[in-house]
């Protein structure tokens, strides 16, 4: 289990760091954010 926790911990990490390094590429973030308003 500990494994598995791991590996998605750091698959996590990985999308959050995509995510910072291309602010560009969330038109779904802005949509919702939009929406909410």
């Known amino acids: ?3 598995v926790f791991a590996g998605l911990a750091i698959v996590f990490s990985l999308l ?3 995510l910072q390094k291309q602010p560009e ?3 779904l ?7 909410r308003d």
């Open 1 to 3: 289990m500990e494994l």
């Open 16 to 18: 959050l760091a995509s």
């Open 25 to 27: 590429r969330q038109p």
């Open 29 to 35: 973030r802005v949509r919702l954010q939009n929406r």
